[in-house]
């Protein structure tokens, strides 16, 4: 029997101690499971979610992108043979929406005296008015004094067509103009 426990005492040399044999285990205190949770969590973060792919706009799809609405205005009073009685149509002139460089300068404009401002709603017809291409219809050279010399009435109503077209008054300002016109 000495031989067996002799034999017995050998195979329990041969094997590891406890901290050879894997993970301790499990630790029941709570604060223990939240400090290995946080080191688990910190050890393997989560990847960030991709935005969708067709949620998001790149550089050249903006610059690309045709975004300046128009509107033709009918000018009878600058078409030839027109009269309000006559069988001419009057023809038409194209105001394109500025763009925001063009806006600001506008912008700037309206700041000035008042003989400015008034420049300034001459040249906003200027800055807007382009032909079936999108070409300016007038230049910047002597343009304006030509301008300035043709009906007050035509550009009262391109002007506004104009203001409205880029955001600078909303159909709540035109109704606003009637009531007072009115009274």
């Not at 394109?96 to 401002?117: G, H, N, P």
């Not at 002007?159 to 909303?170: E, H, P, Q, R, Y």
């Amino acid at each position: 029997m000495m031989e067996q426990e002799q034999r017995a005492a050998a195979e329990q040399d041969e094997q590891p101690a406890a901290e050879d044999q894997g993970p301790p285990a499990v630790d029941e205190h709570p604060s223990h499971a939240v400090d290995a949770a946080f080191a688990e969590e910190v050890a393997t973060p989560e990847p960030p979610t991709p935005a969708p792919a067709t949620g998001l706009l790149t550089a050249d799809e903006i610059y690309a992108a045709d975004d300046l609405k128009f509107e033709d205005i009918p000018v009878g009073e600058w078409t030839p043979g027109w009269t309000e009685d006559g069988d001419v149509e009057p023809r038409c002139i194209r105001l394109l929406e500025m763009s925001a460089d063009q806006a600001i300068e506008f912008t700037d404009s309206l700041q000035s005296d008042k003989k400015s401002r008034n420049k300034a709603m001459v040249n906003i017809i200027r800055l807007t008015a382009v032909d079936l291409a999108g070409n300016k219809l007038f230049g910047a050279s002597g343009a304006m004094q030509a301008m300035m010399q043709k009906s007050s009435n035509v550009y009262q109503r391109l002007s506004v067509a104009a203001l409205k077209l880029n955001g600078f008054t909303s159909d709540d300002d035109d109704d606003e103009e009637s009531a007072e016109k009115k009274d």
